[in-house]
């Protein structure tokens, strides 16, 4: 197809809701899924690894594709990785992660489980979702019969092509053997699912294009299966940075981790260059209204990032949270204390030096707001901290227990130049 071709028009739902909001980055014969969605019930699949106890919000785009692809009439499977997180993905690391125990790994798959239940629904029944582990089928695999069976359709030369792979040694960063192994298992996890569930899609972002395609064809070669890809693009807001990078550190989905207050002001503090991109890609507001939104200037483009946490918030947390945070997130702006503002404790029992109170740069790392010392004195110098309200001007003078809120007992931390931050510390 020539560069000045028409676009492909796809036909089915799925893909029409995939282009039409922007997840589409690649896709394998593109008008042969076309057609195979229009042809009946399809099931797709998406990979994620136990290496921690929640998912974060890079996972998040692949989350709603699933939700999509069900909404449309199809049936989605969250694989859980438990048994390839025992070897580690090297897409996009420049050194190998640690080896986690069967224990952690089993603990994580079970806390990172009720994330999927937020987004998709599970049964029984043709379009229900399943969750597997490919634990089930790689734990059972003696390693000369995997290799014999599945070793001879992979070529190394191919293999130091990826870029997984071709990275990690530009870098002269090490790649061990067992790393290199991950994109044989992943192949194996496709042609399993197929076999098992009649799987024939898998979808992923971008950096897992050549994983996909060695899934892709290892059906074909082995079972004469016509499988499929779809990726989604590399996600970056329109400074650059990749997204969810916060000033306090990952986005996590479980509230456990992160409060749905702090995931409502992450959507809040979107740059207005990228709030109808991300209405598009995590919300389901009519694409008209999102055109709308997207459009306001000015200071009224603070209404659509509103539209946009509220939305995305009630997705993961439910709608009662997502009230509860915009409700915090009003009363902080006014100047107020809210419950619902997330609460860090500060221990001043036993220590004579926390007789008075405490430093900003202290009461800054108390809160986790920054992780150390040296960091929180480089926000104030920034003048990027305000306490009370009050822009912190210094990293020496002591803030007053007696500075307290009177009717909650805490302090009211805020760091970012537009508050982008905002927590509560209680001394006890």
């Known amino acids: ?80 990785g438990g048994g390839t997180t025992k070897v580690g993905d090297p897409t996009d690391k420049d050194q190998q992660r640690p080896l986690l125990t069967d224990a952690v790994i089993n603990a994580n798959l079970a806390s990172i489980k009720g994330a999927f239940q937020k987004f998709v629904s599970f049964g029984e029944g043709p379009t229900d979702a399943l969750m597997v582990n490919n634990a089930d089928w790689l734990e059972k695999l003696g390693y000369v019969e995997f290799l014999r069976e599945f070793g001879v359709h992979f070529t190394i030369n191919r293999m130091l092509a990826f870029d997984s792979v071709k990275l990690r040694l530009e870098r002269e960063q090490p790649m061990s053997f067992l790393e290199f192994n991950y994109m044989l298992m992943q192949a194996t996890d496709f042609r399993e699912l197929g076999l098992r569930h009649g799987c024939t899609l898998q979808m992923g972002g971008s950096d897992q294009w050549g994983n996909i395609i060695n899934g892709v064809e290892l059906n074909r070669r082995m079972d004469a299966r016509q499988a499929f890809g779809l990726t989604t693009p590399l996600l970056t807001t329109a400074s650059g940075e990749k997204m969810g990078k916060t000033v306090g550190g990952a986005v996590w989905l479980n509230a456990d981790r992160l409060s749905p207050y702090d995931y409502w002001q992450m959507w809040r503090n979107t740059e207005d260059a990228d709030v109808g991109k991300f209405l598009r ?103 990027a901290v305000r306490i009370n309200d009050n822009i912190v001007t210094t990293e020496i003078k002591t ?20 508050r982008s931050k905002i927590v509560l510390v209680k001394p006890v």
């Open 1 to 80: 197809m020539s560069d000045d071709a028409e676009p492909f028009k796809p036909k089915s739902d799925f893909l029409r809701v995939m282009q039409e909001r922007g997840y589409i980055h690649q896709i394998t014969d593109v008008e042969a899924l076309d057609a195979a969605l229009l042809g009946g019930v399809v099931t797709a699949y998406v990979g994620y690894d136990c290496t921690a106890d929640s998912l974060h919000i890079g996972n998040l785009i692949s989350i709603m594709m699933l939700r999509w692809f069900q909404r449309t009439g199809h049936r989605p499977i969250t694989l859980m």
């Open 281 to 383: 890609l995590f919300t389901e507001l009519p694409l008209d209204e999102i055109a709308k939104l997207a459009a306001l200037q000015g200071s009224e483009i603070n209404e659509a990032k509103k539209v946009l946490a509220n939305e995305a918030t009630t997705l993961l947390h439910g709608a009662s949270a997502a009230q509860a945070a915009a409700a915090a997130a009003k009363a902080a702006a006014e100047g107020g204390i809210s419950d619902d503002m997330p609460t860090y404790t500060i221990d001043r029992s036993g220590h004579p030096e926390w007789q008075y109170g405490r430093t900003p740069a202290a009461i800054l790392v108390a809160a986790r707001l920054v992780p150390s010392m040296s960091e929180a004195r480089r926000k104030i110098a920034e003048g």
């Open 399 to 418: 803030i007053s227990w007696k500075e307290l809120d009177p009717e909650h007992g805490t302090f009211k931390v805020q760091l970012g130049k537009n």
